[in-house]
Structures are given as C-alpha cells and as structure tokens.
C-alpha cells in the first residue's frame, strides 16, 4: 500500500502565506503524478495544482500565479506554496498520488488524509 502524510496547514491571514508539505511511503515503484486538491463545504473536490513525472504542471486557474507546486523525487514528496490567499482558498486540502507499487502493476490513485487551510483576519 501506499501511504501519504500531509502537513503544512493552518490558519492564515488574507494575503498570507502557507506551506503544504506531503509524503509519500510505501510500496512504490514509480511515481506518475502528485498533486493538490481541495473541497471546500458543500463544494465538490477540485484540483489544485498537479505536477507530472516529466515535469508538467497544471494549476486551477484561480491560483495561477499565486500557488507553486514542486516536489522532492529523492523523497517522494510534494510541495504547495501558497502565496496571496484570499478569502475563496479555505478548504481542507487533499494531497493524491498516481503511482505504481510494481512495474507490472496499472498506476492507482491514493489520497492523504487532508489538512484544513483557513483564512481568516
């Protein structure tokens, strides 16, 4: 299985600024994808930024230019920041990897268990 473990949320004042922080064990051959998605309450889950094992990212565009995603291959770990937030980026914060546990094996989706991100003066 693989196992992913967030940090990095908080409470934050508008034009703030966080570091979202997520990590990657387990049984792990390969790493297709990691990225950031987000559900605010009584909103549908929804895809923050996104960065592919070659390299490419993808950003919703209400963070573009606001929100970086990075990540550490050595440490299978995924990076957020988050500069400027605003009082619409409040929601619990989900880190999800597409990966493969064996070379033979179809990649899979896993999730993390969310971190909450407020902001609030």
């Known amino acids: 299985q693989v196992q992913l473990v967030e940090s990095g949320g908080g409470l934050v004042q508008p034009g703030g600024s966080l570091r979202l922080s997520c990590a990657a064990s387990?049984?792990?051959?390969?790493?297709?994808?990691m990225g950031w998605y987000r559900q605010a309450p009584g909103k549908e889950r929804e895809l923050v930024a996104e960065?592919?094992?070659?390299?490419?990212?993808k950003y919703a565009d209400s963070v573009k230019g606001r929100f970086t995603i990075s990540r550490d291959n050595a440490k299978n770990t995924v990076l957020l920041q988050m500069n400027s937030l605003k009082p619409e980026d409040p929601a619990v914060y989900y880190c999800?990897?597409?990966?493969?546990?064996?070379?033979?094996?179809?990649?899979?989706?896993?999730w993390g268990q969310g971190t909450q991100v407020t902001v609030s003066s």
């Open positions: 999800k990897t597409t990966a493969k546990q064996y070379a033979y094996w179809s990649p899979n989706d896993f």
């Open positions: 387990g049984r792990i051959f390969s790493i297709d994808a």
């Open positions: 960065l592919t094992s070659d390299g490419s990212t």
